[in-house]
């Protein structure tokens, strides 16, 4: 069965999270398809056997139902099969395998500039809601801080609050 790798999501869970988008939209077409579970079987015999293989290749079958079956098949055997699932995908299907939901992972960078954006944000309009006193003390602080806020947001700031105390 599956098991986690450290914190990290199992390779059977990734793909319970990535199987709709697989199986959705025609995204896989037949050829794509039959060359995976072919070179599940003919690369890996262990991760499907020939009657397997001959099973999920039945074109009497629809597609979504043999890529249903298969995918299940696979997180039923572990984590390794469905391994192999992804390295097959990556080799036939490379833009699909770039695309999954499970590839489309927010790095902290991201975060970090959202959150950069809304402090200053709230730093905006908290100085530009204040008395002037308060403005004063903005304006120091702002002067100190080239290494939090990036030189050309502290110029527009201090411009702001320069303009602000004037009126």
């Not at 890996?44 to 056997?49: A, D, F, K, M, S």
């Not at 293989?53 to 099969?81: C, M, V, W």
Request: proline content about 3%; aromatic content about 12%; charged content about 25%.
């Amino acid at each position: 069965m599956c098991f986690k790798q450290g914190e990290d999501q199992s390779y059977c869970q990734r793909l319970q999270h990535d199987m709709y988008f697989l199986t959705s939209n025609s995204r896989l077409n037949e050829q794509v398809v039959d060359k995976i579970i072919l070179q599940l079987n003919r690369v890996y015999p262990q991760i499907l056997t020939d009657t397997e293989a001959e099973k999920f290749r039945n074109p009497k079958a629809s597609l979504h139902t043999r890529l249903s079956y298969l995918i299940k098949h696979l997180q039923k055997k572990g984590d390794r099969h469905c391994q192999e699932f992804y390295r097959a995908l990556q080799i036939n299907a490379e833009q699909l395998y770039n695309d999954l939901p499970s590839r489309k992972i927010l790095s902290p960078v991201f975060f970090l500039t959202c959150f950069s954006v809304a402090a200053g944000f709230a730093l905006f309009w908290y100085c530009s809601h204040s008395d002037t006193k308060v403005i004063g003390r903005a304006r120091r602080i702002l002067g100190f801080s080239p290494i939090i806020i990036g030189r050309h947001v502290r110029n527009i700031c201090m411009l702001y609050l320069e303009d602000i105390s004037r009126n």
